[in-house]
Structure formats: C-alpha cells, structure tokens
C-alpha cells in the first residue's frame, strides 16, 4: 500500500513572514494525520525557519534543488550537507524548470540524486515532456530517459518518490487529464520495474504534478498508479492546499 504523498513545491515565491503564516497554518490543519504524508519546500533561504516552525508535525521540510558537490568553491550552490544540517530531510531534482530554465542535463540530475542519497535526504526526481515532445510521440522515450538516467548507478528505490509532472501542464492551469497521467504512470512503473524489480516498483510512489488543484486532484487521486501529487500554485495559500490534502474528503 502506497501512502498519498501530496508534496508543496513553493518555487520563488513568498516571504519569510508568509512562509511562516503558511507553515503555522498547515500545520494546524495536518494536525498529527498519518494516512497522508505531507511536505514543503520552501525557498532555501526561509528552509530553516519553516522546519523550526513544523517541529513536531508530521509535514516534512524539503528544498527544491540542490548542488551536486560536498563543498568548496560552488559560488551560489547549496550543498545536501548544509540542507541536512538546518533540518532538510529531501530534495526535489531535476524540476522541469531546472531542466529547461537553466539547462539541468541529466546527468548533472543523476550526480545530484547520487549527492542527496549520500547524505540521507530523500529524494523527489521530476521527469515530463515538454509540449513538442508530447506532439512528436515522444513522451514515453522522454520520462523514460529521465528516469533510466536520473536513477543511474543507484541501489534502490527506498528513498525515492517520482513526480510525472508534464512541462506542459505546469503553471499553464492546464492539468493531464487522468488518462493521460494514468498512461504515464503505468509507464513510468514498468521501466522502474525493468530497473529495479517488481516489489520496488510497487513500493514507490509516483506523483503527478502540473496544475493541481483541489477541483482536480480527487480525480487524478483515482486513478491507478497515481500516488499523490507535486503542487505548486496551489501549494501557496492554505486553504488551496489543504484542499489538496483532503482530496479524499
Ligand atoms: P503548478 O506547478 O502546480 O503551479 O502547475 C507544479 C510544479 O512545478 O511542481
């Protein structure tokens, strides 16, 4: 049984004073529930300050992005280390805005999977197809190469959640419909079995993400396959996330 992970990726957005009101404000409305599991990633800047406001809850604290080195001279990088050590406990890599904003290969992904696994954060590794890729009848030979290089050389999938999130659907309000993410997701879950055998395959969950909303994500929630979702406008506010939350409700 896989359990709903419903993940806020709050990008570059919010101050400290807002990212605290909606940290406070989850974390009422979370309470101590343990049929979902909840997180945030904050900005680097306010990580810090949103994890001391979430002890004690049960809603995980993660970043967005993270630097594939330990240390040394990577001007305007942040290490796993240095996110491990202000109480970070995952990651999200290889978001389709790394990947095509600034260029993220997949190999830089990989290190950084590698990196964040090495220091104990887990790990949210995003893979989607732009539009044109979508239209060309490339979406399966895209998210498969995401993942089949993105996981390279790594053991196993117990730290490992997957977010199908296609570029198209983000920030667009133009969400996959459950057909289509149902495709994916089956998909996605036969090349993590061909990687890493059935009972991985089973046991990790899959997101999807690209304009949920809680008018949408009963029924992406429905489908099979579709384990939780990645949200990101719909993170910022929290009644629009807590909605989101209680997808079942
Ligand atoms: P969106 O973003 O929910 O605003 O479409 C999703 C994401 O990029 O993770």
């Not at 940290?23 to 343990?34: D, F, S, T």
Request: with cysteine.
């Amino acid at each position: 049984m896989r359990k709903p992970y419903l993940a806020g990726n709050w990008k570059m957005n919010l101050d400290r004073a807002s990212s605290l009101a909606l940290a406070g404000a989850l974390r009422e409305h979370v309470g101590q529930r343990n049929d979902v599991e909840v997180a945030v990633a904050p900005p680097f800047v306010y990580l810090p300050a949103v994890v001391e406001a979430l002890e004690g809850s049960p809603i995980r604290v993660g970043s967005q992005n993270m630097c594939d080195q330990a240390k040394g001279a990577f001007t305007g990088e942040v290490s796993g280390a240095m996110l491990r050590d202000v109480g970070a406990t995952f990651a999200i890599l290889g978001h389709s805005e790394r990947r095509h904003v600034y260029g993220e290969p997949d190999a830089l992904v990989n290190a950084k999977v590698h990196h964040a696994l090495e220091v104990g954060l887990d790990v949210i590794l995003c893979v989607g197809e732009t539009i044109e890729e979508r239209e060309a009848g490339e979406t399966e030979k895209v998210v498969r190469r995401h993942l089949t290089e993105g996981l390279a050389g790594v053991d196993g999938l117990s730290k490992i959640t997957i977010a199908y999130e296609p570029v198209w659907a983000i920030g667009t309000g133009l969400n996959a419909t459950p057909e289509q993410a149902g495709e994916v997701h089956t998909y996605l879950r036969g090349v993590l079995e061909g990687l890493f055998g059935e009972r991985a395959a089973e046991t990790t969950r899959i997101q999807y993400g690209g304009s949920v909303k809680p008018g949408n994500i009963a029924e992406l929630m429905a489908v099979d396959g579709v384990d939780g979702a990645l949200v990101g406008g719909a993170s910022l506010e929290a009644e629009s996330f807590a909605g989101i939350v209680d997808f079942d409700k």
